[in-house]
C-alpha cells in the first residue's frame, strides 16, 4: 500500500513539542458547504455566474488522485482527467477553464483536485491561471496529498507536530470538521493496521496558521501536548484549499470514511450522484441441508472431486430450531434483516424423511414476517448443461452429434414455479421477479460451460423474474439473460469467505488452511499455483485461527464493499446458521465497526434483491450517458438545471432544504441521506429538465 511522500518535510525530534494555537470558530467551516458561489468584486455587476457541474482532477498518477478519481466515478459525479505526465494534454488557461454562454460567464469546473497544492509548479502561467479562475467563480480545491508547511496553512511538522507513520493511530474529527463535511461520522477515524510489518500510510500532522481550520487531527504527545491536523481547509486570497497531510488509496477504511466529504467539500454539497453505504446478506439453502467437509479426507463427500468417500455425504449440516430462533432474536436486537434465499422442495424432502415431521420449517415459517424472502428453486438442482460426472472436473454432457445437453425450460420453470408455489401456500411473502438458483446455474459457468443455458431466459421470463443472482467473483458486472425486450438482469453477489460446508470454527480453519497453505504446510498448494492468491506464513491454529484471523479479515472486507457505494448483496449458507453459528461474529464485527464509525444519519441501507438491481442498471445507464456528453448540469445562484436523455434518471444530491420545481409549484427534493438529500431522478410531467432551488442561507 501507498507510502509514499510528496517531498521530504522539515521535522523535528518528537521530544520536541510546542502547544498548538487556539482553534478557529467552528461556525466558519460548518458555513463553507453550503456556500454559494461568490464571485469577485469585479464580476458583481455582470450576470450571476453559471458553474457547470463537473470536476477538474489534475492526475499525476499517484494513489490519493486515483483514489478521489474512484470515489467521483463510483457515485456518478462528472470529471474531467488532465494526465500530468501526458505530453499532449491541454494547458490549463483561461480559455480551457472559463468561458461566455449566453452573455453569462461560465465556469467549466465546480471544483478541482490537484496531486497537491503547487502541480504545476508555483511560478507557471497555469499555476496563476487556476488560481485566477478559483478566486474569481469561488470554485474550491483539493490537495490531495502534500505535507505541512505554511504554504497550505500549517507550521512545519518540527515546530508542534508530527510526521511518520500512522498505521492504528485513532483521529478524531474536530468540531469543526463534524459540523462541515464530516458531519456524517460519529467522531473518530482508526487508521487500518492490517499487517505490522508494513506501512500503510504516513502523514504529516501540523499545527494551524491563521486562515486554516482543521477538520481531521491527531493527539500530539510530549512536551507541549495538544493536536496537529490531517485534514482541514485553508482560506487564503480569496480561494479555498481542502488540505490533505496523509498518504492513502482507493481502499483503505480511512479514505473510504473521509470520501463522501471529500466530496461534498468540493462540490459545496450540489452534485450530479449520490451514495449510500449498503449490506444485505443472503443466506443460501434455507430449509435444505448442506454437506459436511472432511478434515481426514479434505474435500467434502458428495462432491465429484472427493476421492475416497461413499459419495453421499453423511453427516450434513442443517439448522435446527434453536438455530431459527437465534437469527429470529439476533435480527431483532441488532436491527439487521437477513434475505432467506430458500428451498421448498427440500424442507419437504427432509418431512418425508424423518416420519413427516420438519420442526426446522415450522418454526421458520411461524417467523415469515421477521425476514425477506427469496425464490432459490424447488429442490436445488444444476441448472445449467446435464454434467458429465465420469471426469474431474466435471464437463457438459454431449449428444451424438456433439451437441451439448441441458436442463430444458419445462424442467427450469418448474423448479422455479414450484418454490414460489410453495411459499405462497405457506403464506410466505415472495417477490416473484426475485431468484437466486442453485449455485448461480444456468448461467454460464467457466470453464465447463462457457455460455448460459439457452432454455433459461425463457424460463424466467414464463415465471416473471427480473432479477437473478450471479457470483460477483465470476461476474462482477450485471447483464442481461437473454435478449428480449424486458429480458432479466443479473443481481451480482458477494461470496463471503465463511464456506457452506463447515459448522464449526475448526471445520472453517482447518479448510481455509488447506486452501491458503502452501504444500510444505500440508496444504493443497492451490495459493502456490493461483497468481491471484497468497498463502498463509503458516497454517492457523484449528481452535483460534477462524476468531482470530478469518472473523477480522472478513469484516474487514464486507465493510469496505459497505463503504465502497456498493448495493450488490453478500451471501452464506444456511448451515453458517447452524451448529456454531459461524456467521455472526463476522456481522457482529461488521455492524459493530460501521455503527462506532458512522453517525446515525448515515444508516445502513439493506437493500432488497430487486433494488440493488435496479441500482446497478441506473447506474450503467448514467454512466453511458456521461460517457456519450448527453448530459448538462449546471447551477446559477441558488438554481439548479440538469438535462438528460428522454427516459433517463439523474441521480443528484444537494443540501438539506432544496426543493424541486414542479409544473405548479415545489416540493421537497429527495431523501436525507449523510446530512444531504439526493435521489435519482426526473423532470416532470411536461418539463425536459430538472430544476432544483437550493436554500439560501
Same mark, same amino acid.
Given at each position: ?25 467552528a461556525?466558519? *467551516?460548518? +458555513? ?16 450571476? /455566474?453559471?458553474?457547470?457541474? %463537473? ?8 494513489? +490519493?488522485? &486515483?483514489a ?42 465546480? &471544483? ?31 490537495? *490531495? ?15 508542534? #507536530? ?5 498505521d492504528? %493511530?485513532?483521529?478524531?474529527i ?30 504529516? +500532522? ?15 504527545? #510530549? ?16 480561494r ?26 468540493l ?7 449520490q ?6 446478506v ?19 463427500? &458428495?462432491?465429484f ?39 421448498? &422442495? ?8 424423518h ?35 465420469a ?35 405457506k ?28 432454455n ?20 462482477p458486472?450485471?447483464?442481461?439473460v ?8 443479473t ?13 464449526t ?16 504446510d ?30 477480522p ?5 464486507a ?18 446458521l447452524?451448529e ?22 448515515? /444508516?445502513?441501507?439493506?437493500?432488497a ?15 453511458q ?25 439523474? /441521480? ?7 426543493r ?18 439526493s ?19
Amino acid at each position: 500500500m501507498d507510502s509514499g511522500r510528496i517531498r521530504t518535510p522539515r521535522t523535528a525530534p518528537r521530544t520536541s513539542r510546542v502547544a498548538p494555537r487556539a482553534a478557529r470558530v467552528a461556525a466558519l *467551516a460548518a +458555513a463553507a458547504l453550503l456556500a454559494t458561489v461568490v464571485p469577485s468584486a469585479q464580476a458583481l455587476a455582470a450576470p450571476v /455566474p453559471r458553474v457547470d457541474l %463537473t470536476v477538474l482532477v489534475v492526475d499525476d498518477g499517484g494513489s +490519493a488522485v &486515483g483514489a478521489i478519481t474512484a470515489e467521483l466515478k463510483g457515485s456518478g459525479v462528472p470529471f474531467r482527467r488532465i494526465d500530468l505526465n501526458d505530453p499532449n494534454r491541454p494547458v490549463l488557461d483561461t480559455a480551457f477553464l472559463s468561458d461566455t454562454l449566453d452573455g453569462r460567464p461560465r465556469a467549466k469546473y465546480q &471544483g478541482v483536485v490537484l496531486p497537491h497544492e503547487s502541480a504545476f509548479g508555483p511560478d507557471s502561467a497555469e499555476h496563476t491561471a487556476l488560481q485566477t479562475y478559483e478566486r474569481t467563480f469561488g470554485i474550491p480545491q483539493v490537495d *490531495a496529498y502534500t505535507w505541512s508547511h505554511p504554504g497550505v496553512g500549517l507550521d512545519y511538522t518540527n515546530e508542534g #507536530g508530527w510526521s511518520g507513520v500512522l498505521d492504528g %493511530t485513532t483521529a478524531g474529527i474536530t468540531t469543526a470538521g463534524r459540523a462541515g463535511p464530516f458531519r456524517y461520522l460519529a467522531g473518530a477515524l482508526t487508521f487500518e493496521d492490517n499487517d505490522p510489518s508494513i506501512a500503510e500510510s504516513y502523514g504529516y +500532522a501540523g499545527r494551524p496558521r491563521a486562515g486554516y481550520t482543521s477538520y481531521v487531527d491527531i493527539p500530539i504527545d #510530549g512536551a507541549g501536548g495538544g493536536r496537529a491536523s490531517l485534514v482541514g481547509e485553508y482560506t487564503a486570497d480569496g480561494r479555498r484549499e481542502l488540505v490533505v497531510t496523509f498518504a492513502y488509496n482507493q481502499y483503505q477504511r480511512q479514505f473510504r470514511a473521509l470520501a463522501r466529504g471529500i466530496v461534498e467539500w468540493l462540490t459545496q454539497g450540489v452534485h450530479l450522484g449520490q451514495s449510500r453505504n449498503y449490506l444485505s446478506v443472503h443466506v443460501d439453502d434455507v430449509f435444505a441441508p448442506d454437506a459436511r467437509w472432511d478434515t481426514g479426507l479434505d474435500c467434502t463427500p &458428495g462432491d465429484f472431486d472427493c476421492v475416497g468417500d461413499d459419495g453421499e455425504g453423511a453427516d450434513p449440516i442443517r439448522m435446527t430450531v434453536a438455530d431459527a430462533q437465534y437469527a429470529a432474536a439476533w435480527q431483532k436486537s441488532s436491527g439487521f434483516t437477513l434475505d432467506m434465499v430458500y428451498n421448498g &422442495g427440500q424442507g419437504e424432502q427432509w418431512k418425508t424423511e424423518h416420519a413427516g415431521s420438519d420442526p426446522l420449517t415450522d418454526r421458520l415459517v411461524a417467523d415469515r414476517a421477521q425476514y425477506r424472502w427469496i425464490n432459490h428453486t424447488y429442490t436445488h438442482p444444476f441448472l445449467g448443461c446435464l454434467q458429465d460426472n465420469a471426469v474431474v472436473p466435471w464437463q457438459c454432457a454431449k449428444d451424438t452429434q456433439g451437441g451439448t445437453l441441458w436442463v430444458s425450460r419445462a424442467e427450469l420453470s418448474a423448479q422455479i414455479r414450484d418454490n414460489h408455489n410453495w411459499a405462497v401456500r405457506k403464506g410466505i411473502s415472495v417477490d416473484r421477479s426475485e431468484l437466486v438458483t442453485g449455485e448461480h446455474s444456468g448461467l454460464r459457468t467457466l470453464p465447463q460451460q462457457p455460455v448460459d443455458n439457452p432454455n433459461l431466459a425463457g424460463a424466467l421470463a414464463d415465471n416473471g423474474v427480473k432479477w437473478t443472482g450471479s457470483d460477483n467473483s465470476r461476474e462482477p458486472q450485471q447483464r442481461s439473460v437473454g435478449t428480449a425486450s424486458g429480458a432479466a438482469k443479473t443481481v451480482p453477489r458477494h461470496p463471503m469467505n465463511v464456506y457452506y460446508n463447515v459448522g464449526t470454527a475448526a471445520e472453517m480453519a482447518d479448510e481455509y488452511n488447506w486452501i491458503y497453505t502452501s504444500r510444505a504446510d500440508g496444504g493443497s498448494g492451490i495459493c502456490e499455483s493461483n497468481p491471484a492468491s497468497t498463502c498463509l506464513p503458516a497454517p492457523l491454529p484449528t481452535a483460534t485461527g477462524y476468531a482470530d484471523h478469518i472473523v477480522p479479515q472478513e469484516a474487514r472486507t464486507a465493510l469496505s464493499h459497505v463503504l465502497g457505494n456498493d448495493p450488490r448483496p453478500h451471501y452464506v449458507h444456511q448451515s453458517n446458521l447452524a451448529e456454531e453459528r459461524l456467521l455472526y461474529p463476522v456481522l457482529d464485527r461488521v455492524l459493530a465497526d460501521y455503527r462506532g464509525l458512522f453517525a446515525p444519519s448515515a /444508516p445502513l441501507v439493506n437493500p432488497a434483491q430487486r433494488d440493488a438491481g435496479t441500482e446497478l442498471t441506473r447506474r450503467a445507464a448514467w454512466d453511458q450517458a456521461l460517457a456519450a456528453g448527453k448530459v448538462t448540469a449546471y447551477r446559477i445562484g441558488t438554481a439548479v438545471t440538469v438535462k438528460a436523455p428522454a427516459g433517463l434518471v439523474a /441521480p443528484v444530491t444537494a443540501p438539506e432544504g432544496t426543493r424541486k420545481r414542479l409544473l405548479l409549484g415545489t416540493t421537497v427534493f429527495g431523501t436525507a441521506y449523510a446530512g444531504t438529500r439526493s435521489a435519482w431522478t426526473a423532470p416532470e410531467l411536461l418539463q425536459t429538465s430538472v430544476t432544483l432551488t437550493l436554500p439560501t442561507a
